[in-house]
């Protein structure tokens, strides 16, 4: 199969009749278009450094003055931040255990209702033995 080559393709005639470039590819433009490329990515980077510095300086001057709807002298306050976990999770549990174990675990909820707190062993318990409350068919 032959690859028919037309002169308006580019090139010279000589590299037209040889099937291929004879020439080298020209160094200079290549090294010219990578030193503008180094030098716009410099100038880039030194205009964001620049608008940085300029924003950090922006915000941190409006950040000293008081916000006009806000009160004088009052800051509000943060969130309430879990320090100590473990901590925190047996004082949970110490109150949970005083509240579900010896005579606390008994205790009226709704007394004319007759509802009662009990500790759930107790309460598994008269559940095997008496059942679930259920409604009386209607006939």
Known sequence: ?????????????????AGHELTDVKVAPLLQFG???????????WGV??????????????ERVAHPMQSAGFAPAGPKLQVNEARDLAEYKAAQDGVTSGDAA?????EKEGIVRIPIPLAMELVLEQGLPHRKQDK
């Open 1 to 17: 199969m032959s690859h028919s080559h037309h002169p308006s393709s580019g090139g010279s005639p000589e590299s037209i009749d």
């Open 35 to 45: 030193v503008m490329m180094a030098v716009v990515v410099a100038v880039t980077m």
């Open 49 to 62: 450094y620049k608008m940085q510095l300029g924003l950090e300086s922006y915000f941190s001057a409006r």
């Open 106 to 110: 008994y205790a009226w909820i709704d």
